[in-house]
């Protein structure tokens, strides 16, 4: 499976900006979202989901971590090689039914 069905980028990206705006104290590897949004963009997570949403920001380990929560997916990310690719990354509980490579 590559991608997630059903989702457009922006409609992808709004959903997580409203999560992080409605759930600053979420815990994402440890840390509440406020501390990553804090650490990556310098603003509060109100600011920043208003400007994810707005614009095309690239969303990070962070918003990739939301997403396989929200979604219920097990989310794996590859980097390419000469001659093959290698997961550099997962997001998400390995069990899920949703594998989005």
Do not use: Q, T
């Amino acid at each position: 499976n590559h991608g997630l069905k059903g989702s457009g980028a922006s409609a992808l990206r709004a959903e997580i900006a409203d999560y992080i705006a409605a759930h600053p104290s979420e815990e994402v590897a440890g840390n509440p979202v406020s501390d990553w949004v804090l650490w990556d963009s310098g603003e509060d997570p109100a600011s920043y989901a208003r400007s994810m949403r707005a614009g095309s920001r690239w969303g990070g380990a962070m918003e990739i971590a939301l997403c396989a929560k929200l979604r219920h997916a097990f989310i794996e990310i590859f980097e390419r090689r000469p001659d093959h690719f290698v997961r550099i990354a997962s997001f998400g509980d390995s069990r899920a039914a949703n594998r989005i490579r």
